[in-house]
């Protein structure tokens, strides 16, 4: 991966998860349960690695803090 690309991918990345993050506060505002149904799908959630760097924990673990960062945005 070219610096760029790295570069281009990491912005993408970071502008994905701060519109994800939004609408989950959004919907869960509006429509309440949104987090708690999140949160009970996180078991079937993994990691697609087909080599050693696959981590279905490090995965989940991601997801778990941005819907505990949903949360206390909306208690904020």
Known sequence: MTD????RTRQ????TEH??????EYVEERHPG?????E???D???DPA???????DAVRAIARRMIVG???ERKG
């Open 4 to 7: 760029d690309t790295a570069i």
């Open 12 to 15: 993408r990345e970071i502008a």
């Open 19 to 24: 519109l994800l993050f939004k609408l989950m």
């Open 34 to 38: 949104l987090l708690d149904y999140m």
């Open 40 to 42: 009970r799908s996180l």
């Open 44 to 46: 079937h959630l993994g």
């Open 50 to 56: 087909g080599d050693g760097s696959k981590d279905d």
């Open 70 to 72: 949903a949360r206390a």
